[in-house]
């Protein structure tokens, strides 16, 4: 028996699970990103050496990245043995207990290198708990999405984390304006991450009120889940792996824009001098644009095909990242903002967007969310170890920084076009036929036909 699609009902439940689950985990995962930029230089390093300050705040960011592996081998090889629904409850509450404790941490001042330590030790669990997130959410929504639409519907899962993001600077906005600079730094920042109080408990009521995916009960029916979902997916899916992996290096883009592009612009020891509360509208700005182009290009996807959108908008954002730097330099908060906008806002989305259906696409249901969860997570990593890269390749006080950075970026995205270039496309497969080196794609004319008989019923099914 094979399985095809889900009912409507389910495709649209676990579509809208994956949606506010990703928001709710990612508004945790990047009001650290902003306050690694924005604020942590100065609260929990030494101030009396800005670059080191820099790159520590840097570096604990980066270290929630570096933890993503170990969790991708845990929480990946759980989902595969376990179930979609059980892995995503789990990195939930991670993620908000983790999220929560950071508003009680110590500063520098106050204790000294024990408040860095705590800060490593609670980013580690973010890192661990976010790792399982996007590859649980998309296989989720892929196994219940109809024929024709797992581009459109596996859209969402990214819509949910840029809405996440719109949240953090959205918190952080009226604080960094409306505060004093002084009760922003002593107490105002730690708000946003009090209220992840709320992630624990709204996370836990959505994601146990989602149904397990129609694939995975059929395989644990005919006792064909892995037990061992790592080797498995080494042994068999090894290609997949690094093709997966190359593509995930185009997260280089988000680095290179709201974390590279945070410290540039705003930290002192640059000489730019944007502040906080206005550099903090460039991602609000970007995250909202990609909210409409992010389903806009999953359906497109699902017309032409995934690897087409991955590689232009790998290798254009990249091509983007020096004006965007350049603007910087030239501290012109428009042009900036601009740049931020078609850069990250728009073409960037040619990938996020399509990345939740292609990547599960390319394994078979018995090792999907751990290999997705290892490739991308270790490409991942690699390409946001660049933050800490970028400051000293790159520090304060060169004249050169958009050109060398620019260029990096540029370079990374390149790898990551090849790596969609050596996948095989999946957007005509069959359910049934997703991970299977030999299967054959259904002809054009076929696939549009199928698809389109499926649309019209789900029209009707919504009708009555």
Not at 178 to 200: C, T
Not at 320 to 346: C, K, R, T
Request: charged letters at 10%; aromatic letters at 12%; a neutral charge.
């Amino acid at each position: 028996m094979s399985v095809t699609h889900a009912p409507g009902a389910q495709s649209k439940k676990a579509a809208a699970s994956g949606w506010i689950g990703s928001a709710l985990e990612y508004y945790d995962f990047f009001i650290y990103a902003q306050a690694a930029a924005l604020i942590f230089p100065t609260l929990f390093f030494d101030k009396s050496n800005p670059q080191m300050g820099i790159i520590g705040a840097l570096g604990t960011y980066v270290v929630g990245y570096v933890a993503r592996p170990i969790g991708a081998f845990v929480l990946g090889s759980w989902g595969d043995r376990h179930g979609r629904k059980n892995v995503l409850v789990l990195c939930m509450l991670l993620m908000g207990v983790s999220t929560m404790l950071v508003a009680l941490l110590p500063t520098y001042q106050q204790v000294g290198l024990l408040a860095p330590a705590l800060l490593v030790a609670l980013r580690i669990v973010q890192g661990f708990a976010v790792a399982g997130e996007i590859s649980g959410a998309s296989s989720m929504i892929l196994e219940h999405a109809p024929f024709g639409r797992r581009g459109f519907f596996g859209s969402f899962t990214l819509q949910g984390t840029q809405f996440g993001q719109i949240l953090a600077a959205a918190v952080f906005l009226p604080l960094a304006h409306f505060l004093p600079d002084e009760a922003f730094q002593s107490w105002g920042w730690r708000i946003p991450f009090a209220l992840s109080a709320f992630v624990v408990l709204a996370g836990y009521i959505i994601r146990r009120r989602v149904d397990e995916t129609p694939a995975f009960e059929e395989e644990m029916a005919e006792g064909e889940v892995a037990q061992a979902p790592i080797a498995v997916a080494f042994s068999r899916n090894g290609k997949t792996i690094l093709c997966v992996f190359l593509m995930a290096l185009t997260n280089i883009v988000a680095v290179t824009t709201s974390i590279f592009g945070a410290t540039y612009a705003t930290n002192k020891s640059y000489g730019i001098g944007f502040s906080a509360d206005i550099y903090l509208w460039i991602p609000v700005l970007g995250n909202i644009l990609a909210c409409l182009v992010i389903p806009l290009v999953g359906n497109l996807s699902d017309k032409i095909g995934r690897r087409p959108c991955i590689i232009g908008g790998a290798v254009v954002a990249g091509a983007l990242s020096y004006p965007y730097l350049w603007a910087i330099s030239q501290h012109n908060v428009p042009l900036a903002i601009f740049f931020s906008l078609l850069m990250w806002g728009a073409v960037y989305q040619g990938y996020n967007a399509v990345f939740p259906s292609f990547y599960p696409e390319l394994f078979p249901t018995r090792t999907r969310v751990t290999g997705m969860a290892i490739a991308q997570n270790l490409g991942t990593v690699a390409s946001s170890a660049m933050s800490i890269v970028f400051p000293i390749v790159a520090p304060p006080g060169s004249t050169n920084v958009p050109l060398i950075v620019g260029g990096i970026t540029f370079g990374i995205t390149l790898l990551a076009a090849l790596g969609a270039i050596m996948s095989p496309e999946t957007f005509r497969l069959r359910a049934d036929q997703l991970g299977d080196p030999k299967a054959v794609p259904m002809s054009a004319e076929q696939y549009e036909r199928e698809r389109a008989e499926a649309i019209a019923a789900r029209r009707s099914a919504a009708a009555v």
